[in-house]
Antibody
Framework: QITLRESGPTLLKPTETLTLTCTFS??????????VGWIRQAPGKALEWLAV???????RYSPSLRSRVIISKDTSRNQVVLTMFNMDPVDTATYYC???????????????WGQGSLVSVSS | SSELSQDPSVSVALGQTVRITCQGD??????ASWYQKKPGQAPVLVIS???TRPSGISDRFSASNSGNVATLTITGTQAEDEGDYYC???????????FGGGTTLTVL
């Protein structure tokens, strides 16, 4: 059974750094061609693709957030971490992690998703 | 371009067929995957790579591609199909996977 779970702070102040952890089970991120990514949804807004890290360490970032985001993995703990710098109220959103089953696919599919972690940014 | 465009909303009578479209240049070379999103719930993959349906997804859901348009079709639409639907693909460089803006489906 594949599961993913997000954890991290629920409230941040502007300019602070967000660190979110995705803890997963039922698959290995050391197995080709698997990846784990982060997606967010601000209130009333569309889903937004943020970043993905793959089994071989390859990292891909949204062009609009590349300067503020780092994705990393801890294979021994089955975790993927999203770090986002200089948080702003517009970054208030539910953040999801999801499994990317196949780097080589034709559609960018995420097949299994966590339940999401609501992060609010407010002074 | 990496942009994917969707109509903001669509409605369908209970039991009828509805088509939700996703338009973008990348779809000439790639497929779309499709996700159902309900308030307070995580997105659910309803159509996977190359228009395949994941295990456990109703066969009411199907998808197709033509030119730069991907289409999600729901036949015999049920009340529980209400929600937001998002398409996702890859851009031409394969480095970024944008979501479409989403389509809100209302079942009348």
């Amino acid at each position: 059974q594949i599961t993913l779970r997000e954890s991290g702070p629920t409230l941040l102040k502007p300019t602070e750094t967000l660190t979110l952890t995705c803890t997963f089970s039922g698959f290995s991120i050391t197995s080709s061609p698997v990846g784990v990514g982060w997606i967010r949804q601000a209130p009333g807004k569309a889903l937004e693709w943020l970043a993905v890290i793959y089994w071989d360490g390859d990292r891909r970032y949204s062009p609009s957030l590349r300067s503020r985001v780092i994705i990393s993995k801890d294979t021994s703990r089955n975790q993927v971490v999203l770090t986002m710098f200089n948080m702003d109220p517009v970054d208030t959103a539910t953040y999801y992690c999801a499994r990317r089953p196949n780097y080589h696919d034709m559609s960018g599919t995420f097949d299994y998703w966590g339940q999401g972690s609501l992060v609010s940014v407010s002074s | 371009s990496s942009e994917l465009s969707q109509d903001p909303s669509v409605s369908v009578a209970l039991g009828q067929t509805v088509r939700i479209t996703c338009q973008g240049d990348s779809l000439r070379n790639y497929y779309a995957s499709w996700y159902q999103k309900k308030p307070g719930q995580a997105p659910v993959l309803v159509i996977s790579d190359k228009n395949t349906r994941p295990s456990g997804i109703s066969d009411r859901f199907s998808a197709s591609n033509s030119g730069n348009v991907a289409t999600l079709t729901i036949t015999g639409t049920q009340a529980e199909d209400e929600g937001d639907y998002y398409c996702l693909s890859r851009d031409s460089s394969g480095t970024h996977s944008p979501f479409g803006g989403g389509t809100t489906l209302t079942v009348l």
